[in-house]
């Protein structure tokens, strides 16, 4: 189904995530709009998200957004589009929902393609730590987190996430 995308004439949208445009460069003539359609390629985000500029100076255009506020409305304040399969090029209306950052985040963690746990770059322990960790807690209940911290070079806030499950929950 094809769409007029809101504020920018000339240009439309399908529930497929193409973009088309019937504005056709005259050279010396200037711009006009009485060309047949012609689908519009757009141009990669540094994350690999579709965008389009419509007129020069304008910003740029994220194509999942457009799809949502073109077929579904306004995207609430705080909110974003997310990709049910997390691929940031399938921009196809049923691909596509409203969600939380928290949402986003945890749709990229169920299909593996946030590092977690010692994947992550940021990552001071590796995952045989956190055995280790477990392991030295389990024989030594009495042992403040406090020297196990100290001892893989990590804060008392790491080790007590740890053996609460809260964080490298992947690691058994």
Same mark, same amino acid.
């Given at each position: 189904?094809?769409? #007029?995308?809101?504020?920018?004439?000339?240009?439309?949208?399908?529930?497929? &995530?193409?973009?088309?445009?019937?504005?056709?460069? /005259?050279?010396?003539?200037?711009?006009?709009?009485?060309? #047949?359609?012609?689908?519009?390629?757009?141009?990669?985000? $540094?994350? &690999?998200?579709?965008?389009?500029?419509?007129?020069? &100076?304008?910003?740029?255009?994220?194509?999942?957004?457009?799809?949502?506020?073109?077929?579904?409305?306004?995207?609430?304040?705080?909110?974003?589009?997310?990709? @049910?399969?997390?691929?940031?090029?399938?921009?196809?209306?049923?691909?596509?929902?409203?969600?939380?950052? /928290?949402?986003?985040?945890?749709?990229? +963690?169920?299909?593996?393609?946030?590092?977690?746990?010692? $994947?992550?770059?940021?990552?001071?322990?590796?995952?045989?730590?956190?055995? @280790?960790?477990?392991?030295?807690?389990?024989?030594?209940?009495?042992? #403040?987190?406090?020297?196990?911290?100290?001892?893989? &070079?990590?804060?008392? $806030?790491? +080790?007590?996430?740890?053996?609460?499950?809260?964080?490298?929950?992947?690691? +058994?």
């Amino acid at each position: 189904m094809l769409k #007029p995308i809101n504020g920018y004439e000339g240009y439309f949208i399908d529930d497929q &995530g193409n973009v088309y445009s019937k504005w056709v460069n /005259k050279g010396i003539h200037g711009l006009t709009k009485d060309g #047949p359609l012609r689908k519009l390629k757009g141009s990669k985000h $540094k994350h &690999g998200y579709t965008m389009f500029r419509f007129k020069s &100076g304008d910003k740029a255009h994220l194509l999942h957004r457009l799809v949502i506020e073109n077929f579904v409305g306004p995207i609430p304040e705080g909110m974003v589009v997310c990709h @049910k399969n997390d691929n940031p090029t399938d921009n196809r209306l049923e691909n596509l929902y409203v969600g939380t950052q /928290k949402q986003n985040m945890s749709d990229s +963690i169920r299909l593996n393609r946030f590092p977690v746990g010692s $994947k992550n770059g940021q990552s001071k322990l590796s995952n045989e730590d956190v055995r @280790k960790i477990r392991r030295i807690k389990e024989m030594k209940p009495e042992l #403040p987190n406090r020297v196990i911290a100290e001892k893989f &070079g990590v804060t008392r $806030k790491v +080790i007590d996430l740890i053996l609460r499950g809260r964080t490298y929950k992947n690691v +058994i």
